[in-house]
């Protein structure tokens, strides 16, 4: 393994979004190649999803937000089921089916074809969000733009390709039991995602107990980042070096353990 020195951040957030966590492989500015980065990037996203899917517990009320998080469907724990929400009025749907054998009448909200279980229910939207603003659901999975470090949220975005409003994910974060965020540890261009203070409009204030990354598992716990477990091939320091607050540890740091796929 290759120690980062603190100047060279460029590499070091080359390695944030090229690591594929089962066999590291540490690369130079000159190495990317688009395609090849495509490939890993889901890679680390499916191991991202499914170490998520560990931590539901069997018959929890699950809301998953569109886009990544709709992957943690996909990774049930043998001998564990998760009742999964979607706003636009379905409970208890099963994992997206194989290519070719989509029926798109059924879909999520964000449009992807989804499967029935024995159990499926189907209902308006005003009801679906009942639950949610009820306070039945035990956890959001949610992605973003940004997590500071006393909880705050910020996942959507009027800027370029962004969307008109902050959408449903607003309830979500303020009615779900507990928040949880599923996120690459840098953005596309090498900024840290978590960070301060977001400085994007904000889907939620303090709502974000635990954070999922390409690289680490951290807490949001008194105002602060608290380091869980971190991928045994970056050290600390390079942790912290691609991280926009401090990182504080209250006990032993666990090596992130990531799942075969």
Request: charged fraction near 20%; include cysteine.
């Given at each position: 393994v ?7 951040i ?14 590291p ?20 996203d ?36 998760a ?16 290519k ?9 909200a ?35 733009y ?9 996942n959507?975005?009027t ?16 009615s ?5 965020v ?14 301060e203070?977001?400085?994007?409009p ?5 709502c ?29 320091e ?6 926009g ?16 796929l």
């Amino acid at each position: 393994v290759v120690a980062l020195k603190q100047g060279d951040i460029d590499i070091a957030r080359d390695i944030a979004m090229h690591i594929a966590a089962s066999s590291p492989r540490f690369l130079s500015a000159d190495d990317v190649d688009p395609e090849v980065l495509a490939s890993e990037r889901k890679i680390i996203d499916a191991q991202i999803a499914q170490e998520q899917a560990q931590d539901i517990e069997d018959g929890a009320y699950v809301n998953l937000g569109i886009g990544f998080p709709e992957m943690v469907a996909q990774y049930q724990p043998e001998g564990r089921q998760a009742i999964f929400h979607t706003e636009n009025g379905v409970l208890g749907f099963g994992p997206a089916p194989e290519k070719g054998s989509e029926d798109w009448d059924l879909i999520n909200a964000g449009k992807k074809a989804i499967t029935e279980r024995p159990g499926t229910a189907f209902f308006h939207h005003a009801d679906s969000f009942a639950m949610v603003r009820g306070g039945h659901l035990d956890v959001a999975i949610l992605g973003a733009y940004q997590i500071a470090q006393n909880g705050d949220l910020a996942n959507w975005s009027t800027g370029k390709g962004g969307v008109p409003a902050v959408g449903g994910a607003m309830d979500l974060v303020q009615s779900a039991k507990r928040v949880a965020v599923i996120t690459d540890h840098v953005t596309k261009k090498g900024d840290p995602k978590l960070v301060e203070a977001c400085t994007m409009p904000l889907t939620g204030v303090g709502c974000v107990t635990r954070i999922y990354t390409s690289l680490a598992v951290v807490d949001v716990q008194d105002g602060h980042f608290v380091l869980r477990e971190k991928l045994a091939a970056i050290s600390m320091e390079d942790l912290q070096a691609l991280t926009g607050a401090p990182l504080a540890t209250d006990g032993p740091v666990a090596d992130l353990v990531v799942p075969e796929l």
